[in-house]
């Protein structure tokens, strides 16, 4: 009997020689455990603060940042994921995807190939440049919207005021639009129509 509880003892006291802290479970390739971490994967090095998971590939998590995944460097702030590729993600920008590299304000998507999303543009697809003021969606080939533009498609540069279309053969004079003839334009005064009778 108390040969048993000799042999428990001492292989309980070797499975614990080094635990410190809170830290329940520790897997291989984990060399320390601080805090609040439940658990630490294979390839991390360090966990500090309030992380729960930080897989393979990650060297760093400080603050709220619940997962940061293979590539990612480090996560500051309140940007709950950040995938491989981007390296910085700071301020409300919930997610930013292979190739953006910064984002800034209230832009909640910014896909490969856009640079900068400044104002209130929620979209920004492969090619546009730069989105300023309330522009919903500029597609491929648009490089500028300014002013209220709702849509710019490919090849249209620039828009600033909306232009109200005619026919095509239609003109105007002084804002009241008239219709030309094929010679002498053709007025809206017809009072040829109308003749006195005594």
Known sequence: MCIFIGLGMHSHAGAWERGKGESPSCNGGAKSMKGESPSCNGGAKSMKGESPSCNGGAKSMKGGSPSCNGGAKSMKGGSPSCNGGAKSMKG??????????????????CNGGAKSLKGVAPSCDDGAKSLKGVTPSCKDGAKSLKGVAPSCNDGAKSMKVPVRRYPAAEKSINGVPFRWGKATPQLSCKCHRFSIRL
């Open 92 to 109: 409300g920008s919930p997610r930013c995807n292979g190739g953006a590299k910064s984002m800034k304000g209230g832009s909640p998507s």
